[in-house]
């Protein structure tokens, strides 16, 4: 598809999408292309996984200030204007409290993430702000500021969260994974962005 121009859909793509493989191609390409998602590029191939998901989330959590975002992209809706470098445009972050810069915990362990995994520093920043609003809002106790939930087993606080099921905002209390510190919930995150096991669940 050449993105010289409006690109289109004819069916939602995404979460409760109907999720037509062309419209699929269509909105991938356009993530790939038009816009700086931090997350590794997304296999062209039709199929709506957690990825693309994970990906639409992203640009309406950046973009329309969406919380949460219903991770899906309809044919005339705001997200479809945003890939295609519609009107609406990013709004700056809220300024941190301690006066705008991070914490510096925060910026060591992104550069220890960044070490590792080769994950950029600025994107690992730019999502701790974006996630948690700069700080300030985390489960409690969970040294977890990107929302990553807690597997069968591991270490996790329970908090009160917001989440799209069907098409609806509902409350639920769900498990939080509970870090022993800042720089380890970085190198988690900064693992998930980083390997080929999260492709293979796109596929």
Known sequence: MALGHEARITL?????GVNMRSDVVTIRQIINSRLPVPLRPLVVNGLCGPLTIEAIEHIQRLYLRMNPPDGRV??????????NG???????????????????????AAK??????????????????LESDWGRK???????????????????VEARTREVIH?????????FRKFGSMAEAFEQHARLLATSEIISQDC
């Open 12 to 16: 939602p793509v995404g979460r409760g």
């Open 74 to 83: 309809d044919p005339h809706g705001a997200t479809m204007r945003v890939l």
């Open 86 to 108: 519609g009107s609406v445009r990013l709004q700056p972050p809220k300024p941190y409290p301690g006066g705008g810069s991070f914490p510096s915990d925060v910026i060591d």
């Open 112 to 129: 220890r993430s960044l070490k590792t995994w080769k994950i950029p520093a600025s994107v690992t920043l730019a999502q701790w702000a």
């Open 138 to 156: 985390m489960p409690i106790g969970s040294n977890n500021p990107f929302g990553i939930k807690a597997a069968a087993g591991q270490p996790c």
């Open 167 to 175: 098409g609806e905002t509902v409350f639920i209390v769900a498990r």
